[in-house]
């Protein structure tokens, strides 16, 4: 456990993807982060007072749908610090036919 909040906690995932990768997730549930507007201001808020205690450059991502890689339907917030050269490929980069993946394969 990161932080906590009447209405959040912020913890950090198994796995994460860079040095010091946080989830911020509200304590009611809603699937993600356009099903209740009202939640997900209140979750993004407690994201960005963490992220301004961090203070590095960092980037903040809600995926809604599989489509956009969400695959755990509760609401949470990335915040995943970056540093020039941390090899962090994010998702939305686009990726073309014969591109090379993250995993060094052609797609």
Not at 50 to 76: E, F, R, W
Not at 82 to 90: P, Q
Request: aromatic content about 2%; charged content about 20%.
């Amino acid at each position: 456990m990161i932080r906590q909040w009447p209405d959040a906690l912020a913890i950090r995932p198994r796995g994460g993807v860079s040095d010091g990768h946080v989830l911020v997730i509200p304590r009611a549930h809603v699937a993600d982060a356009i099903e209740d507007p009202v939640i997900s201001g209140a979750t993004m808020m407690r994201a960005c007072e963490l992220g301004a205690d961090l203070k590095s450059d960092l980037n903040l991502i809600a995926n809604v749908g599989p489509d956009a890689d969400q695959s755990i339907y509760h609401l949470h917030i990335h915040l995943m610090p970056c540093s020039a050269g941390d090899g962090l490929m994010l998702p939305w980069t686009r990726h073309l036919p014969g591109d090379i993946t993250a995993s060094g394969t052609p797609q």
